[in-house]
């Protein structure tokens, strides 16, 4: 019986915290179904991005100099949550 755990929290999680805007990088989690097929971190491309649709289970995070996009599936199945304290407010 094989006990490795092959979750990867870095690949399945983001944190967003907004003392460390700076440090956000555009990413993909989960997957989107398309026409032109089924997209995941490794095979998005710029056609696949254009072609979000709310289909599949995702969270697409676009960073773009000053301005953070998040878009995410229509049932929100790639959960997304919201915390704030004091100052601070973060998007996980």
């Known amino acids: 019986m094989n006990n490795e755990n092959y979750f990867?929290?870095?690949?399945?999680f983001f944190f967003i915290d907004s003392n460390?805007?700076?440090?956000v990088k555009?990413?993909?989690?989960g997957?989107?179904?398309q026409d032109t097929g089924?997209?995941?971190e490794?095979?998005?491309?710029?056609?696949a991005i254009a072609g979000l649709d709310g289909c599949g289970?995702?969270?697409?995070?676009?960073?773009?100099?000053?301005?953070i996009t998040i878009q995410q599936d229509f049932n929100g199945s790639y959960?997304?949550?919201l915390y704030r304290r004091g100052g601070v407010f973060c998007i996980k």
């Open 8 to 12: 990867n929290i870095d690949e399945e």
């Open 20 to 23: 460390n805007l700076d440090s």
């Open 26 to 29: 555009t990413r993909f989690y």
């Open 31 to 33: 997957y989107s179904i």
């Open 38 to 40: 089924i997209y995941e």
């Open 42 to 47: 490794d095979n998005l491309d710029e056609q």
């Open 57 to 67: 289970c995702y969270i697409y995070v676009k960073a773009d100099n000053s301005e």
């Open 79 to 81: 959960g997304i949550y």
